[in-house]
């Protein structure tokens, strides 16, 4: 074993695939890369995520209480980490990285058509959002795309550095 940096541990542990996080507020649907975020709750399903009070959706997402976790695969990799460096502040992101948003069912803000899933959220807890902008989500609709097959999703390693999903193991479970 050696030091490891710890302004680097996130590395290790970053908890999932990079998702779009989408949020609409005054008319004006806007789109950011997310990566902190965890399941919490199966049923129902409740996940909860950082975002920056930085962050443009911030706002929108605190005032609404409601957004879209949109699951992108691979080949949606390079315009995913664009959608991240450009704030929607100054840009719509839906326009300007070609993407289609989509009516959602119980929420306002819009899923993503190029994404593999989309998840519909109202947030349900924000005991941690002055803290640590925790913002605790229960998804009230999910979608998935059955034409996209096998999605292989992505995941932030740090630095300009992503892992894909790789190869599928099964072993025995007492989880359903």
């Known amino acids: 074993m050696k030091d490891f940096p710890l302004s680097k ?6 908890p999932g695939p990079v998702v779009l996080l989408t949020t609409a507020r005054k008319g ?5 890369t997310m990566s902190w975020h965890m399941m919490i709750e199966f049923e129902p399903p409740q996940l909860a995520c950082v975002v920056s009070t930085a962050n443009y959706s911030f706002t929108a997402l605190r005032v609404t209480g409601e957004c879209v976790i ?3 695969a691979r080949r949606l990799a390079a315009k995913v980490v664009k959608i991240g460096n450009v704030s929607g502040r100054d840009t719509d992101k839906f326009a300007g990285f070609g993407l289609t948003a989509v009516t959602a069912a119980r929420v306002s803000p819009p899923l993503i058509a190029e994404c593999f ?4 959220c109202k947030v349900t807890d924000t005991r941690f959002v002055n803290k640590y902008c925790l913002f605790v989500l229960e998804v009230t609709k999910a979608w998935v795309d059955p034409a996209q097959k096998n999605p292989k999703t992505i995941h932030h390693q740090g630095n300009g550095r992503f892992a894909v999903d790789g190869p599928i193991l099964r072993f025995k479970s007492r989880m359903r």
Do not use: D, F, I
């Not at 541990?9 to 970053?14: A, D, S």
């Not at 004006?28 to 950011?32: D, G, S, T, Y």
């Open 28 to 32: 004006r649907a806007n789109v950011m």
């Open 70 to 72: 949109a699951v992108p």
């Open 117 to 120: 899933a989309n998840l519909e």
């Open 9 to 14: 541990v996130y590395q290790l542990l970053e």
